[in-house]
């Protein structure tokens, strides 16, 4: 099973930008899917970006499209996701995931995760 690790993030500005990177080993990479979902503080975790494995479908909630951005690495087994004008209800932590197959939206349907990385955004 693919092991995954998250990097980047931290404390921004309101209307400030900041990636995130995840670094996958131990699986074949090309064959899975990837998302980027975000857990912020007292709620559940929500979905924010996926693509496929060729990266040529993406996929974006309404709440953060043209906002955020996925993008992979195949040659390096690794995603990112960058965003843009950061608003503070972005505050959360920001977790990668990866399935076998095709990109869907919803948390239990992956099989790996990231172990999070704190995104605080400051008003």
């Known amino acids: 099973q693919v092991q995954l690790v998250e990097s980047g993030g931290g404390w921004v500005q309101a209307g400030g930008s900041v990636g995130l990177t995840c670094a996958a080993s131990g699986g074949n990479f090309f064959n899975h899917a990837m998302a980027w979902f975000r857990q912020p503080p007292g709620k559940g975790r929500e979905f924010v970006a996926a693509?496929?494995?060729?990266?040529?479908?993406?996929y974006n909630p309404d709440s953060v499209k043209g906002r955020f951005n996925i993008s992979r690495d195949n040659a390096k087994d690794t995603i990112y996701l960058q965003m843009k004008s950061l608003e503070p209800s972005d505050t959360a932590v920001y977790y990668c995931?990866?399935?076998?197959?095709?990109?869907?939206?919803?948390?239990?349907?992956?099989?790996?995760w990231g172990q999070g990385t704190q995104v605080t955004v400051s008003s």
């Open positions: 995931a990866a399935r076998y197959g095709i990109i869907v939206t919803s948390a239990g349907e992956y099989e790996a």
């Open positions: 693509i496929n494995r060729r990266g040529g479908q993406k």
